[in-house]
């Protein structure tokens, strides 16, 4: 029987309901506490094995008396306070500390370098940083760079190298703690882009942005949240992804979410999905990957409770939607948004709660990215602006009002101190504009989006353009590819060639036997003009900390080769 398509009627009829007054620390923790203070908020698994939980109300208390502490040391409202940890309940409570105090967060990755912080924190002007013991060294070394930054606080075995103590500070502390009454439109969360070209901009988000993530979560979560619903995603929280996409909607549902520490590991993934009974989830395309070529037949050696699987950050592609569907048992729920208007676009499948009862929403198709999400007016545009016809490609766009002609919540305030750079996001009225997402996609006669990479990672190759994300996912179809990234070398003939660089899967060697090999397997796939005509095996291939393919990083390598052969370079 065809899969019920209730995506017209669900999207014409949806309305925002957005407060006036809001603030994300009351609706994530506040309420609950009030409501069901034992129910459980966050577990973490530590590194080593050892598991913590904290139930809403346990949440609430600390969260008071990290607020109070952080009123002690002189933080006001909108002040930006950094908060530089992994998945870990404190960070939880930092959040939600911040909130409360009208303050702005500003989630760093512990996997920031020296200079990535200091950038970040100067930018910024943080007046205190909450980091732990996997930032502490860069922190206080990027610290000399950064005037404003006054207070560190060091949490877990970072404990004696701040300039207090974060259990200390919390014990010393009142545990009850009267919030700041914040409007809907206050600034909540400062997130710096991973800024693969140019320097990284610092979006700025408002309490409202969690509302307008709300219809795109719930849908790609196959109408989240059930009873017995339970979070779980390697996605860092110092990100949109794992923040707005994990973290807090979890938590604004009072459900359970699961936090780990530790690097990603296919096989630990699907452990931790067992043990902790896992509902719902967001993995990476390159985490779904690694998966599907270190456990190809997961329901022959786990039992699994998934319900829903979104991804987005790279595009899926049909292997991945293959190996989900087929062997996890679910169909993934394909994704896309970006740190400035999150969670625009994106499929919802058919539900079945524990108790049996359905909710039906509208069928993925396999290399789609889905649809718009309810309350979401996008449209495929030009250069100038015009929609573009159903079936040509252009840049995806999000309009400031929704077909109801109401403000959309989910766009940001605006890029930290850069007002041209905000401009330059947006084209047309600046109170009635479309916002460009720099992500070029052809919109089908059903509405559904078909990406075709980045606006900056497209090329043409002897006159034919070339998306890299289509040859990428035909070459990880190859028992012999673990991943690939395809961009452009340069070519005096041709303009440009196509080039792949592969990571392969253990067991295979790469020679020029596999090669030949890889290559005819995509000229059988895909049109001539797209096999990669140069193949190169990589270790690892360059990724952001949020798990996207760095192409940039590839692109300039074979450009830097190419200035460095000269005009005479041999040709392929």
């Known amino acids: 029987m065809a899969e019920r398509d209730r995506y017209d009627a669900i999207y014409r009829s949806f309305r925002w309901q957005v407060p006036v007054r809001f603030n994300i620390a009351e609706v994530c923790c506040a309420r609950w506490a009030r409501h069901t203070p034992d129910a459980v908020a966050v577990r973490t698994e ?21 607020a109070n502490a952080l009123r002690t040391i002189g933080v006001q409202r909108g002040d930006r306070v950094a908060i530089v940890m992994p998945q870990r309940i404190e960070t939880a409570v930092a959040h939600m500390a911040v909130y409360q105090l009208g303050a702005v967060a500003m989630p760093l990755s512990m996997l920031f370098g020296v200079d990535a912080l200091q950038y970040r924190l ?10 732990d013991e996997s930032a502490i060294d860069n922190l206080l070394a990027a610290r000399t760079g950064a005037p404003a930054l006054r207070h560190v606080l060091a949490v877990g075995a970072a404990r004696g190298r701040g300039d207090a103590n974060w259990l200390d500070a919390l014990r010393e502390a009142a545990d009850d703690f009267d919030a ?55 996605a860092d929280w110092a990100w949109t992804g794992g923040l707005m996409d994990a973290l807090l909607p979890t938590l604004y549902f009072g459900r359970e979410i699961v936090g780990t520490i530790g690097r990603f590991d296919p096989q630990r993934a699907f452990e931790l999905m067992q043990r902790y009974r896992v509902t719902h989830t967001f993995l990476f395309p390159t985490a779904l990957k690694a998966m599907m070529k270190a456990v190809p037949e997961p329901r ?8 829903a699987i979104m991804s987005a950050g790279e595009a899926v592609g049909d292997a991945v939607f293959a190996y989900c569907r087929d062997a996890l048992g679910v169909t993934v729920n394909e994704m896309f948004g970006q740190t400035e208007i999150n969670y625009i676009v994106g499929n919802c499948g058919r539900s079945l709660d524990a108790q049996g009862r359905e909710a039906a929403g509208w069928p993925a198709r396999p290399g789609s990215m889905g649809r718009p999400y309810p309350g979401h007016r996008v449209a495929v545009i030009d250069d100038e602006g015009r929609e573009c016809p159903r079936g040509t490609p252009g840049d995806v766009a999000v309009h400031r009002l929704d077909i109801r002609g109401e403000p959309d919540p989910v766009f940001f305030l605006g890029y930290w101190r850069n007002d041209a750079a905000t401009r330059a996001k947006f084209t047309g009225n600046p109170a009635a504009s479309w916002c460009r997402t720099g992500d070029t996609a ?23 353009r070339i998306g ?48 030949e090999q890889l290559q005819q397997h995509v000229r059988g796939k895909l049109a001539p003009y797209e096999y990669p005509k140069e193949i190169e095996f990589i270790e690892a291939l360059p990724m952001t900390t949020t798990g996207k393919v760095q192409r940039n990083v590839l692109r300039r390598r074979e450009e830097d080769r190419a200035r460095a052969c000269g005009p005479d370079r041999d040709r392929v």
């Open 122 to 131: 100067n930018d910024s002007g943080a007046v205190c940083a909450i980091v």
């Open 46 to 66: 530590m590194a080593d094995g050892s598991r913590l939980r904290v139930s809403y109300g346990q949440l609430k208390r600390q969260a008071d008396r990290a």
């Open 468 to 515: 890299p994300s289509e040859v990428e996912n035909c070459l990880v179809k190859h028992p012999a590819v673990a991943n690939a990234a395809v961009v452009p070398k340069p070519d005096a003939e041709r303009g440009a060639l196509v080039k792949a660089y592969v990571v392969l899967a253990p067991g295979f060697a790469g020679d020029a036997a596999l090669i």
């Open 180 to 234: 700041v009454d914040t409007a809907a439109d206050d600034p909540a969360v400062l997130i710096y882009t991973s800024g693969t070209t140019g320097p990284p901009k610092g979006a700025l988000i408002a309490h409202r942005g969690l509302i307008g993530n709300l219809t795109g979560f719930v849908a790609s979560q196959n109408w989240f949240p059930q009873d017995d619903a339970v979070f779980w995603s390697p």
């Open 300 to 307: 022959m050696r786990y039992a699994l409770q998934l319900r």
């Open 442 to 464: 052809v919109m089908d006669e059903h509405g559904y989006l078909w990406y075709q990479g980045r606006s900056d990672d497209m090329f043409k190759a002897a006159g034919y």
